[in-house]
């Protein structure tokens, strides 16, 4: 279901007038507001430690709960891609990054409470402080590291992350 079938009334005046202006937005016609659904921020981190082992995560929750994963996630309001990829790198493994390298970006569909968002999935080389912290938490059952030419793209959940996993697999 597109996002925009969600939404019935105006969220300004009430109106059940709120009708398709366009395939990414609707209109109110009866106070002029018009929305436009814009995908999500989303982050995705790569990290390596001096093993040429890659940080993986097993999802703790749905979509995907219990397929591998890599840390991240939504992006909050009012923080940059870096920062975001930095908080919920330390939410979900208590690991502190030090720096943030942008790689690329992929869109995404994210199943989420009965409905598909639309993201656009930034990804990041990431290098963290110190390993020995490293510990499961937030939306991360379990952390791991698999070595690079040991991963299996297949065994990730979400699309973007086994696509991009599989982008950046190539270039090293």
């Known amino acids: ?36 659904a814009n995908p999500s921020s989303a982050t995705v981190a790569l990290i390596v430690n001096d093993k040429n082992e890659l940080l993986v995560v097993r999802r703790a929750k749905d979509p995907a709960k219990g397929t591998l994963d890599l840390p991240g996630g939504f992006a909050d309001m009012d923080e940059t891609g870096e920062e975001g990829v930095a908080r919920e ?5 208590n690991l502190t990054v030090k720096t943030v390298k942008y ?20 990804f990041y080389e990431c290098a963290v402080d110190d390993i ?24 990730f959940g979400l699309r973007s992350v086994r696509h991009g996993l599989h982008q950046w697999l190539q270039s090293h």
């Open 103 to 122: 790689l690329f970006s992929l869109p995404n569909l994210y199943m989420y409470s009965g409905m598909q968002i639309h993201t656009l999935d930034m």
């Open 132 to 155: 020995s912290t490293l510990k499961a938490d937030d939306d991360a059952a379990e952390t791991m590291w698999i070595p690079i030419d040991e991963i299996k793209t297949e065994l």
């Open 89 to 93: 790198v330390k939410e979900e493994t």
């Open 1 to 36: 279901m597109h996002p925009l079938q969600k939404f019935k009334y105006c969220p300004v005046c009430g109106s059940s007038h709120f009708e398709e202006s366009n395939a990414k937005s609707k209109e109110c016609q009866n106070c002029g507001f018009k929305y436009y």
